[in-house]
């Protein structure tokens, strides 16, 4: 085996910033960080290229203040289409109307449950700020839709309908209407949002057209002179950003933030590497995986990007 290169120590001083940490720590090895380092680089290129950008991500981050790193990158159109869960909509619409609570990951949950108060992790969620606020807004809202003839939506338009009735630039869904940017739900009826979909289809003749959704995707990978993928946890967000580009002969770019340990076989724990094998990312592609928070890892590698772009 041949050595060539060694490993270099990392030097800060306060007037350093944090795009020059981030290239040290690929220089200096070692575990998590030299991924951290190469997937801030992998992402500048992706932003500076002639790329077609997907994001994927869960619901959960949504809930946190991680959510304005998202909203941010929406406004800026940094991201060509979003793949994300239906919690989505519910956190980013509820935090329009009601806040969400610090909370604590050893509280008692059958006493917040008696109180009316949900958790996520270490934040607490009353149920008049999730249910009872999407249920008592959105209703009308469907309605107006309804009454202006709109009777079948793909998920990416119901969400434009939705921006255009709300008026808060906090908001995933209003900047993502503003600037027409495409957020795809595969799995829209699993959560609060698909409910009140579902209560309001009982008396009109509403539905979602989950099939247009695929014909963008469509669209969208097959025009694209090249692809990236910033994937942030895995699930179905994951999965329908790598399976569509399959049949463009896989991602030119892939960065993929995970919690989930690999031998538990799932799709979540699944590296990159295994998508090579699959087609869903090219052999020749550069992609990393970085595990670890991505609460923690996103507004670090965001704001070091931003730094280089």
């Known amino acids: 085996m041949k050595l060539e290169k060694a490993v270099s120590d990392i030097h800060i001083e306060k007037n350093t910033s944090l795009n020059e940490i981030t290239k040290q720590m690929y220089e200096a090895g070692g575990f998590t960080g030299q991924k951290f380092s190469l997937g801030a680089d992998i992402l500048h290129k992706m932003l500076k290229e002639e790329c077609t950008n997907f994001l994927s991500f869960p619901a959960c981050i949504i809930s946190t203040g991680v959510r ?84 079948s939506l793909s998920t990416y338009e119901l969400v434009w309908e939705i921006g255009d009735r709300i008026d808060d630039k906090d908001s995933i869904i209003y900047w993502a209407a503003k600037n027409r940017i495409p957020v795809i739900i595969p799995g829209i009826t ?24 695929e014909k963008l995707l469509a669209d969208i990978v097959f025009d694209a002179p090249k692809t990236g993928a910033l994937m942030i946890g895995g699930g179905i967000s994951k999965h329908h950003t790598i399976w569509w580009n399959q049949f463009r002969g896989g991602l030119d770019y892939a960065v993929y933030i995970t919690t989930a340990p690999e031998w538990d076989g799932s799709l979540s724990g699944a590296r990159i590497k295994e998508a090579v094998s699959w087609g869903k990312v090219k052999e020749d592609a550069r992609y990393v995986t970085i595990e670890g928070d991505a609460t923690m890892i996103l507004p670090f590698m965001y704001g070091s990007v931003l730094q280089s772009l």
Not at 134 to 150: A, F, T, V
Not at 193 to 199: A, E, K, L, R
């Open 190 to 213: 699993d959560g609060s949002v698909g409910s009140q979909i579902f209560f309001f289809a009982q008396d009109h003749d509403f539905s979602i057209d989950l099939i247009k959704d």
């Open 68 to 151: 304005g790193i998202i909203k941010d990158m929406v406004k800026k159109k940094q991201f060509d289409a979003l793949i994300t869960t239906c919690g989505t909509l519910d956190h980013d619409l509820a935090r329009i109307w009601k806040p969400y609570y610090h909370g604590e990951w050893d509280a008692d949950d059958a006493q917040l449950h008696k109180e009316g108060v949900n958790r996520l992790g270490n934040i607490f969620i009353p149920n008049e700020c999730y249910g009872e606020i999407l249920e008592n807004k959105l209703q009308s809202m469907l309605q107006e839709i309804y009454d202006e003839g709109k009777t």
